[in-house]
């Protein structure tokens, strides 16, 4: 199984700031076939980007993935008060599909 | 507009199954290089994928879960359904039902159902 390891494990910042979350794989990932969700509490995941690099529709361009190979980063540019939420990595490469363990970004 | 709703008990008994129905509206269950799965979520935890079933019929599963995952289609009633065998507290979790197209990111979720285990 590709095992992926997501750091930090809680990010505090604040409104206006920018997140960088990272999510490394225990192998490469072919094609860079690797995701990026957002789970508000209460709420399923929602799909913000794939590919690595390529928003979902209708995902706002503050959002941005980056990486390849085995590491990957999410950006989130100028934090708004509803991108305080738990973020998971995913990667579709090869079965079985596997999740990061998250990370959550709360207001510091 | 494509949803996906999820039913079936909220309560469990151990070492029985578990069964659960993923409704598709908007959209044939089966639709041509689409995958229909389901993915739990552990209280407080992150998420696991349980199993799939592509638009040809076959079905995959997590190794993890030790053959105790089966999932079907009822193509007249537009729903897939998961059955998960001799369960245990372990299974508690929210279950969802999610689309992929192959080599694809799953682009749609259902607002999940939750599973409890216990006597």
């Known amino acids: 199984d590709i095992v992926l390891t997501q750091s930090p494990g809680t990010l505090s910042l604040s409104p206006g700031e920018r997140a960088t979350l990272s999510c490394r794989a225990s192998?490469?990932?072919?094609?860079?076939?690797l995701a990026w969700y957002q789970q508000r509490p209460g709420q399923a995941p929602r799909l913000l980007i794939y590919?690595?690099?390529s928003r979902a529709t209708g995902i706002p361009d503050r959002f941005s993935g980056s990486g390849s190979g085995t590491d990957f980063t999410l950006t989130i540019n100028r934090l708004e008060p509803e991108d305080f939420a738990v973020y998971y990595c995913?990667?579709?490469?090869?079965?079985?599909?596997?999740f990061g363990g998250g990370t959550m970004v709360d207001i510091k | 507009q494509v949803q996906l709703q999820e039913s079936g008990p909220g309560l469990v008994k151990p070492s029985e199954t578990l069964s659960l129905i993923c409704t598709v509206s908007?959209?044939?269950?089966?639709?041509?290089?689409?995958?229909r799965a389901w993915i739990r979520q552990p209280p407080g935890k992150g998420l696991e994928w349980i199993g799939s079933l592509y638009s040809t019929g076959s079905t995959y599963s997590n190794p993890s879960l030790n053959n105790r995952v089966t999932i079907s289609v009822d193509a007249s009633r537009n729903q897939v359904s998961l059955s998960l065998s001799s369960v245990t507290a372990a299974d508690t979790a929210v279950y969802y039902c999610?689309?992929?197209?192959?080599?694809?990111?799953?682009?749609?979720w259902g607002p999940g159902t939750v599973v409890t285990v216990s006597s």
């Open positions: 192998q490469s990932v072919r094609s860079n076939y």
């Open positions: 590919g690595a690099s």
């Open positions: 999610a689309t992929f197209a192959q080599t694809d990111a799953i682009y749609l």
């Open positions: 995913q990667q579709y490469s090869r079965s079985p599909l596997t």
């Open positions: 908007g959209d044939s269950v089966i639709r041509n290089g689409h995958y």
